[in-house]
Each structure stands twice: as C-alpha cells, then as structure tokens.
C-alpha cells in the first residue's frame, strides 16, 4: 500500500470513529436536545453525497469511511427527528 493511501485510511478511520462515542453516549441517554437538526441532516445529506462519489470514483477510503459514518450517524439524526416531532405535538 503506497503511503499516501495509508495517510487517507489513518485519516478517514480517526474521524469516522470520532462519531462512535456521540453515537454511543445519544443511544443509551436518548438526549438529543443541543444537537442542530438542521446541522445533522445536513451533514447525513453530505455523508450519502461522498458516499456515491467514493463509489463512483472507486475510491475505498472514502466510500469507507462514508460508509462508517453514515451508520454511526443515522441513529442520531433519527433520534433527534423524533424528538423533534414529539416535541411539536405538545
């Protein structure tokens, strides 16, 4: 594996595993109240953006790490959405 592969796998493993401790912490206390929706579905949007584009492009460490984040992600922004819409009914 050439360096600057290894740089991109090092580096795309650090951030998406960055998420896992938030995705974590949100699922067990269900707390999701000083997270921005708006922020998170914009970042998911973002996510499934590089996602195709690493498919499209071949390119492993992006669709990788994507891939990772997008599945640590998801949870979140799906707690926060029904938090969100539980709050309006009230």
């Known amino acids: 594996m050439e360096h600057v ?3 991109g796998y090092l580096a795309a493993s650090l951030t998406t595993l960055s998420f896992l401790p938030q995705a974590i912490r949100v699922i067990k206390t269900q707390d999701t109240e000083s997270i921005s929706l708006t922020m998170y579905i914009m970042f998911v949007a973002g996510l499934l953006m ?5 498919l499209l492009t071949n390119d492993a460490a992006v669709t990788w790490a994507n891939l990772m984040t997008f599945i640590f992600a998801l949870p979140i922004l ?5 938090a969100h819409r539980n709050c309006r009914k009230i």
Do not use: A, D, N, P
């Not at 799906?78 to 029904?82: I, P, S, T, V």
């Open 78 to 82: 799906l707690l926060k959405y029904r």
């Open 5 to 7: 592969s290894v740089i």
């Open 50 to 54: 590089w996602l195709v584009y690493g």
